[in-house]
């Protein structure tokens, strides 16, 4: 395997000096792309595109809202045949709806560019109309694993004729076990395909599939830039459940849009519900939800008519939304995974964000575990408001029980909680919420500095239709 690694990824400007014609895009793609408002590439797809255009499989270490998608896109859309009735030519293997519904959206435009037809299927909608869809023929299908799975067993698809090939997000679907049905879905396709696949991680479980699916892959790994990072701070509240319903309201009204994670779906709806009683204006997104539901709750969000998403863990990374104010782990987290997953929905493109996590008596040997996991300083803080006022969180205290010793670590540690970070060297704070993308040119805001500093900077040559998660 041929690896190269950009270190902390390109600055923007150093991206803007490469054009997507220098990575091997043709001019008729590039016209539409300028048409869609893109002039410029971000560092995964100046590293990857080469590659992938050429034919060669290709490993991306990227984070979400890196530009990933479309890094795969053009490849796709470029190379991609026409497929017969119910034989596509090309599979992306993505782990949630939403994911897959932002594929389709920014590889239409360039498929229809060689008159390519673009079908997402993934559950929570009417397997006929996949069927029928299907018999009318795909020459790219956008598919989550399982829905994917039950039309193969209907005989409703063949993979046979597929020789392109896009695993994306692999480590979340190893996280959401489904690695064993990619692996089955992997092999149906043609043994001569090219395979790109795009994570977070590149070890562990997404390595089996890198050595077992990919032949003499090349390797890239680009992390967001620090200027890119949002400066994200920790609180942890000690709360029993009967006191979180007016907690967390309280932290929509005075921090804006949230997004809130239980544990349940029941208990998503329950929040809901409950936060509406209250004057909240709020949407659920968890499994049950019908597709139509999950994107009118996004929908909402997006324009702002929803103040707070109430989600679970499967909805997590298939949340793309800038400018989150603050995340509420209304039940704490199983893992400290998931604390990552789910806190890096703020901080995202640059922004500051705020995690807010309430904790029962009962579960403070857990978040102990998560926080030593993450680096992050150990406790809980008092249950006051003003603390998310305060530029600098204060420390937070051992609760009775967990002993200091506990496989302590010295100082503040490096927080990595809201992603992957630098901080928190003052009190709970971290660099980073997960690796937010790029987003439009702006003069607003700006990020912090290691010294606290703050920094104003334009974020984005790119035009606005490359977001995160694109």
């Not at 803007?16 to 793609?29: I, P």
């Not at 004729?161 to 979340?172: F, M, N, S, T, Y």
């Not at 003499?216 to 319903?245: I, K, L, M, S, Y």
């Amino acid at each position: 395997m041929t690896s190269t690694t950009a270190p902390d990824a390109r600055t923007n400007a150093d991206a803007s000096s490469t054009s997507f014609l220098d990575l091997g895009v043709s001019e008729a793609m590039v016209r539409k792309l300028d048409a869609l408002g893109i002039t410029s590439p971000f560092p995964i797809q100046v590293a990857t595109l080469p590659d992938a255009m050429a034919g060669r499989d290709v490993s991306g270490r990227a984070p979400t809202g890196s530009g990933k998608t479309l890094a795969f896109s053009l490849p796709i859309a470029t190379h991609v045949e026409r497929g017969k009735p119910g034989r596509p030519r090309a599979l992306i293997l993505v782990p949630t709806r939403e994911l897959a519904s932002q594929v389709r959206d920014t590889l239409v435009p360039l498929a229809e560019q060689r008159q390519r037809r673009v079908m997402t299927i993934y559950g929570g909608t009417n397997i006929r109309t996949d069927q029928q869809r299907l018999r009318k023929g795909a020459d790219v299908v956008v598919a989550t694993p399982g829905r994917l799975a039950d039309l193969i067993q209907r005989r409703d698809i063949n993979l046979g004729d597929v020789d392109l090939v896009v695993i994306d997000e692999a480590d979340r679907m190893a996280d959401m076990g489904f690695l064993p049905e990619v692996k089955r879905l992997l092999d149906a396709t043609s043994p001569d395909r090219q395979t790109l696949l795009f994570s977070a991680t590149l070890d562990g479980d997404v390595d089996v599939l890198v050595k077992r699916y990919q032949k003499d892959p090349v390797r890239h790994e680009v992390h967001t830039p620090e200027e890119e990072v949002g400066d994200v701070r920790h609180v942890f509240f000690a709360a029993e459940r009967g006191e979180r319903r007016k907690l967390t309201g309280k932290v929509v009204r005075d921090r804006g849009q949230a997004i809130v994670f239980t544990r349940t779906k029941h208990g998503a709806d329950r929040l809901a519900k409950q936060l509406a009683q209250d004057g909240i204006k709020t949407a659920a997104i968890h499994g049950n939800r019908s597709q139509g539901q999950r994107e009118r709750a996004l929908a909402g969000f997006h324009n702002g008519s929803v103040h707070a998403l109430i989600a679970t863990d499967v909805a997590a990374r298939g949340i793309h939304v800038d400018n989150v104010a603050v995340v509420v782990h209304h039940d704490l987290p199983a893992t400290e995974k998931d604390y990552v997953h789910r806190s890096g929905r703020t901080g995202r493109a640059g922004a500051t964000g705020l995690v807010v996590t309430f904790v029962a008596a009962e579960q403070f040997k857990d978040l102990d575990d998560i926080q030593r996991s993450l680096e992050m300083p150990r406790g809980v803080h008092a249950t006051d408001m003003a603390v998310l006022d305060e530029s600098v969180i204060p420390s937070p205290t051992l609760p009775a029980g967990i002993r200091e010793d506990r496989g302590a670590r010295p100082g503040g540690g490096k927080g990595k909680g809201g992603g992957q970070g630098n901080g928190p060297r003052n009190g709970n704070r971290s660099r980073g919420g997960g690796g937010g993308g790029q987003s439009r040119s702006s003069n607003n805001g700006g990020n912090r500095g290691k010294g606290g500093a703050r920094t104003t900077r334009g974020s984005g040559n790119q035009g606005s239709s490359q977001r995160a998660g694109r």
